[in-house]
């Protein structure tokens, strides 16, 4: 199955007290690289989303974002410093008889000062975060997935459709290549005409220097490859694996071979058919830039 390498999905859910986000998204990419934005204190997160991930997508750049909040008040421990109480009670105390002024020191009083108790979140189980996350994650990948799946059938049916163009071009190539060799045995013999006269021209001669010349300008078994690397691209295509970088290679292959027919061709009409086999060689690469 073709997949493109860009998508995005997201899934929001309340788990076990906690309302949890996640988001993922793609951009081309010539390998796997993958970032994750957790929320403050959960960074142990990033290396399990990575595997995660990596488990269903091959390459893209994929960007992770995944926010956690606490909806459970006993998620949350309010903790006295017991040292800087005590020094500021003594410090009120000896305030007070060293001014002559009401000791009303209250608790009230002193928790409102700076740092007497804060508020810290209670530990977590990691294991019991990361299963609360995944299947969270999982909903969010699964909708990632189809939007690059159905992304991906588009590719490939222009793909696909661009193929069968080539397919037809190089039949077009195949057609012209007895003309071209006709024509250039019917300028030769003018041409020995024009420069011996009457003479007799000699029949075998000019069937060799046609040999020579049809043997120059042979094309057979470049668009033999061709067709050949055209079949092992529809075989990539239905091999139900990560294609992009194998069919970046056979594009090469392809291309390759159309330069060469261009090279060989002493005909108008085929090197017009070799530039319209190139541009749909090119399309169909930058098509490919973006499959997985």
Wanted: proline share 1%; glycine share 4%; net charge negative.
């Amino acid at each position: 199955m073709v997949r493109s390498m860009t998508g995005y999905g997201r899934c929001q859910e309340l788990v076990n007290g906690k309302d949890i986000t996640v988001e993922i998204k793609a951009v081309n990419h010539r390998y796997f690289e993958f970032s994750a934005r957790t929320s403050r204190g959960y960074s142990f997160l990033e290396e399990k989303l990575k595997s995660f991930v990596n488990a269903a997508v091959s390459r893209g750049k994929v960007d992770m974002f995944v926010s956690i909040v606490s909806v459970d008040d006993d998620s949350c421990v309010v903790e006295l410093n017991k040292t800087l109480a005590d020094g500021y009670i003594t410090a009120l105390r000896k305030m007070a008889e060293e001014y002559s002024i009401r000791d009303d020191i209250s608790v009230m009083s002193v928790s409102r000062y700076p740092d007497i108790l804060t508020v810290r979140k209670a530990p977590d189980d990691e294991d019991k975060v990361w299963e609360d996350v995944k299947s969270v994650a999982q909903k969010a990948l699964d909708g990632f997935i189809s939007m690059r799946t159905a992304e991906g059938e588009k590719l490939l049916a222009d793909v696909q459709s661009r193929l069968s163009a080539i397919l037809s071009m190089v039949g077009e190539v195949e057609l012209h290549q007895p003309e071209t060799m006709a024509k250039y045995k019917e300028r030769l013999r003018e041409k020995i005409i024009e420069l011996l006269g009457d003479a007799k021209v000699d029949e075998q001669r000019l069937l060799t220097e046609c040999a020579i010349f049809a043997d120059r300008i042979a094309v057979d078994e470049e668009t033999v490859r061709l067709r050949s690397h055209i079949a092992q691209f529809e075989s990539i295509i239905n091999s139900g694996e990560p294609v992009g970088r194998k069919l970046d290679f056979v594009v090469q292959e392809m291309n390759r071979e159309a330069n060469t027919i261009g090279s060989k061709a002493q005909n108008t009409d085929i090197a017009h058919i070799v530039v319209n086999i190139k541009a749909e060689i090119e399309k169909i690469r930058e098509q490919i830039q973006n499959i997985e």
